[in-house]
């Protein structure tokens, strides 16, 4: 099992910057693969960014150039750098994590970002 606790949502203004973060415990060692996602309402999660074991990492192109996702294995914990905000980007973000032998998805419970004047 792999528990996740987003951190770092708030409110701030277009063209401002923000990092969310994501606390992992439980069995770590499992961890494949670790992503952000984000949700508005009436609308499917999409993934705005993910990344590897080895490192390699993906972004969605309306995220590409403003955003980056990194890992910091000592500390556990996944974070979202995200600059130049638009109110697009407004969402509840979420951490996901593949684990185990299974490769079992595992959530968080989401952070909200708003960006907005």
């Known amino acids: 099992q792999v528990q996740l606790v987003e951190s770092g949502g708030d409110l701030v203004q277009p063209g401002g910057s923000l990092r969310v973060s994501c606390a992992a415990s439980g069995s770590i060692s499992s961890i494949k693969t670790m992503g952000w996602y984000r949700q508005t309402p009436g609308k499917q999660r999409v993934l705005v960014a993910r990344?590897?074991?080895?490192?390699?990492?993906y972004y969605a192109d309306s995220v590409k150039g403003r955003f980056n996702i990194s890992r910091d294995s000592a500390k556990n914990t996944l974070y979202l750098q995200m600059n130049s905000l638009k109110p697009e980007d407004t969402a509840v973000y979420y951490c996901?994590?593949?684990?185990?032998?299974?490769?079992?998805?595992?959530w968080g419970q989401g952070t909200q970002v708003t960006v907005s004047s």
């Open positions: 990344i590897g074991d080895s490192g390699t990492t």
């Open positions: 996901r994590a593949v684990a185990g032998p299974y490769s079992t998805n595992f």
